[in-house]
């Protein structure tokens, strides 16, 4: 994910600010790391450079 | 892990109900700026983002719940976040899209695979529609519009009532008759 991004993402929780770690970037854009909620401290993983936004219980590979 | 092949099966391709939605809102937006917000709800393959965003030189933002969906929206040059809905933007977006899972379907019988969960609608068609419709004034800029496809099958009267509910005006943009149902793409802006 490009840095710019983290304007207009939030948590999903509780719509505070998150704050961005990054473990692995190139030129372009984040690869890996993680976002991390200001407020309530819930962390949201980047892998592959897409970052997974969706709250810890609905993180599963398969639908509900 | 999913591989490729098999997860291409489990993401919606583009259909009619795409292309309506896609043409439809290149055309509306043309005239956005080149900084522009603008956000793909179930992005699914990225089609309606790729297609906007080469149609408007915008960089169009793919969310979608369904990880084979991101996977395969990035690999289309989409940039792609997962979350459900908009429940992980902040905003405020000058546009949204929204081509959601609108068919009614058996509560029993769905929800086995990432395709029915792209396909479906629950009951009434709009159990993605409705959770939509009640966060959507929050990421809208003032000024923003909503482009949202619906068909006759999940009633778009119901829509545009819970689009009202929730501050929203709506107004039928383009339609599409077929068989058996009727597509519409219903612009979504604040109420006066």
């Keep these: 994910m490009k840095e710019s991004l983290m304007d207009i993402l939030c948590c999903p ?3 505070q600010d998150l704050e961005l770690e990054v473990v692995r970037r190139d030129d372009d854009e984040i690869l890996d790391g993680r976002l ?4 309530c401290g819930e962390e949201y993983p980047i892998e592959e450079g897409i970052p997974n936004l969706l709250p810890p219980d609905m993180r599963e590979e398969t639908p509900a | 892990m999913v591989d490729r092949e098999k997860a291409t099966e489990q993401v919606y391709q583009p259909a009619e109900d795409s292309h309506l939605l ?3 809102t290149a055309e509306q937006v043309a005239n956005l700026e080149a900084d522009a917000r603008v956000v793909d709800v179930g992005t699914g393959s990225g089609y309606v983002a790729a297609t906007v965003a080469e149609a408007t030189g915008v960089d169009v933002l793919g969310v979608d719940i369904s990880p084979l969906a991101v996977r395969e929206a990035r ?3 989409v ?3 997962r979350s459900n809905l908009l429940d992980g933007l902040a905003g405020p977006f000058d546009a ?3 081509n959601p899972p609108y068919l009614p379907t058996d509560p029993d019988a769905e929800w086995d695979d990432w395709m029915e ?3 479906s609608g629950g009951p009434d068609g709009r159990r993605a529609i409705d959770p939509f419709l009640d966060d959507l004034p929050r990421v809208l800029a003032p000024a923003g519009r909503g482009f949202l496809l619906v068909s006759s099958l999940t009633d778009v009267e119901a829509v545009s009532e819970r689009a009202a509910a929730n ?3 709506t107004r039928e943009l383009a339609e599409e008759s077929f068989p058996f149902e009727r597509l519409v793409v219903l612009e979504l802006t604040h109420a006066e």
């Excluded at chain 1, 991390?36 to 407020?39: A, D, P, S």
């Design chain 2, 167 to 169: 501050g929203l005006a």
């Design chain 2, 79 to 81: 940039t792609a976040v």
């Design chain 2, 96 to 98: 949204v899209t929204f």
């Design chain 1, 36 to 39: 991390v909620c200001t407020e």
């Design chain 2, 117 to 119: 969960y792209a396909l």
């Design chain 2, 22 to 24: 896609a043409e439809t």
């Design chain 2, 75 to 77: 690999d289309h040059g």
């Design chain 1, 13 to 15: 929780l509780d719509k």
